[in-house]
């Protein structure tokens, strides 16, 4: 069944309008006041280690034999998987230099070590913040009717460009298989502080499981 939209979802939108208007070589007028720099780290918060710029990137999580690898993809981190995916490809979620970013990504890998396929739901996924807000990952059909309505003279091709990029409907993998791909959401809300990603129905041959990936903002020293 699709997931209900968060009200988050009239805020993408508009936003995603700006963004897709951008890649597809359109202007804009919009603007919005910008944080004070952040990177986004794996665990819950530590005052001593955000004192000491200390954490690491990368939540992983193990469920039988099938590793599950989240990171929160930066905008640098973000265009470089893009490039490795399609060395032509610019990145479709930049924002225009000096705007705020509106997509949230997350890098994620699936190494399936167990004897079964694996199937993964990404509509299943939930992020949950400590503003109390939920908000479930963008798929292709939310960014056709974008991209439509901002204009994009080929709609369908701009999808086609992204497609290889994120995990939008079932994805199966392959037992022994790696798969890699990006996650994506609409802009994080005002002055979170932490989140986590639930991860639900993940089906290992006839099993399901579910997984959660704590992640938390640290601010960068000036």
Excluded: C
Excluded at 11 to 20: E, G, I
Excluded at 58 to 80: D, N, Q, S
Excluded at 170 to 190: C, Q, Y
Excluded at 206 to 222: D, G, M, N, R
């Amino acid at each position: 069944m699709r997931r209900v939209p968060s009200p988050a979802v009239a805020l993408f939108r508009a936003a995603a309008l700006v963004s897709l208007a951008f890649v597809a070589g359109g202007t804009t007028g919009a603007s919005s006041r910008e944080e004070a720099p952040y990177r986004v780290l794996a665990g819950p918060y530590s005052k001593k280690d955000a004192k000491a710029g200390l954490g690491h990137s990368e939540a992983r999580a193990k469920i039988e034999l099938l590793g599950i690898t989240v990171e929160f993809a930066a905008p640098e981190a973000r265009a470089a998987f893009v490039k490795s995916i399609d060395p032509s490809a610019p990145d479709p979620f930049a924002t225009r230099p000096g705007r705020p970013e509106i997509y949230s990504a997350f890098r994620v890998v699936f190494d399936n070590r167990t004897s079964s396929d694996v199937q993964f739901q990404p509509g299943n996924v939930v992020m949950l913040t400590d503003r109390k807000t939920q908000d479930f990952p963008v798929d292709l059909t939310d960014l056709y009717r974008v991209a439509a309505e901002v204009g994009v003279a080929d709609p369908e091709a701009a999808i086609d460009r992204i497609a290889p990029l994120m995990f939008d409907s079932s994805t199966t993998i392959p037992a022994g298989r790696r798969v890699a791909r990006l996650l994506v959401f609409g802009p994080f809300p005002p002055k979170w502080k932490e989140l986590q990603l639930h991860f639900s129905f993940l089906q290992i041959g006839t099993q399901t499981h579910e997984a959660t990936f704590h992640f938390h903002k640290q601010p960068l020293k000036e």
